[in-house]
């Protein structure tokens, strides 16, 4: 069994089936679907980082080959700013989440300032959402490359 560097971060028995490797890049790199009754498969990712794990390991990454192609995340949390970097295939979206941004840089462009979105190519919508006591700002973005700098 791997060796778990997130003590706060350990998987719950059962609660993210497919096991350790599922949990891995669920929980810890921040990579996860949505399955309903009008998308399934990678259709709609999900990237949102555990906050255990942004505060205790300081950085992680996932990815995976979905049908639609490769998907990851790649991120680094430094004192108070977080850095995530994530790509979405063609023929997805997804909402990415930032824990604790107060403000938010998307490739050199302020799209997050005061609690206003600013729009930009590919980013369709932003809101707060609240998980664990911890508000985040959360994109709507398109397939693309995305590059986000956050102030937490």
Same mark, same amino acid.
């Given at each position: ?15 993210? $089936?497919?096991?350790?490797? #599922?949990?891995?890049?669920?929980? +810890?790199?921040?990579? &996860? ?7 399934? $498969? ?8 555990? /906050?255990?794990? +942004?505060?205790? +390991?300081?950085? *992680?990454?996932?990815?995976? #080959? ?10 680094? +949390?430094? $004192?108070?700013? @977080? /850095? @995530? ?5 063609? *023929?997805?979206?997804? &909402?990415?989440? @930032? ?6 840089? /998307?490739? &050199? ?5 005061? *609690? ?25 973005? $398109? ?10």
């Amino acid at each position: 069994m791997p060796h778990i560097l997130c003590p706060r971060c350990a998987p719950p028995p059962s609660r993210f $089936g497919g096991g350790i490797g #599922t949990w891995t890049y669920k929980a +810890l790199g921040g990579l &996860d679907t949505v399955s309903n009754t009008t998308t399934t $498969g990678w259709r709609h990712v999900i990237v949102r980082p555990l /906050e255990a794990a +942004l505060q205790t +390991l300081g950085s *992680g990454a996932a990815s995976i #080959t979905t049908r639609f192609g490769p998907t990851s995340v790649a991120w680094t +949390l430094a $004192g108070r700013t @977080l /850095e @995530l970097n994530t790509t979405i295939p063609t *023929g997805s979206t997804a &909402d990415v989440y @930032l824990a604790g941004a107060t403000r938010v840089v /998307e490739s &050199d462009t302020v799209v997050w300032a005061n *609690g206003v979105f600013t729009p930009v190519a590919g980013i369709t919508g932003a809101w707060t959402a609240v998980r664990s006591n911890v508000t985040s700002v959360v994109f709507a973005v $398109g397939s693309g490359q995305y590059a986000f700098t956050a102030t937490v």
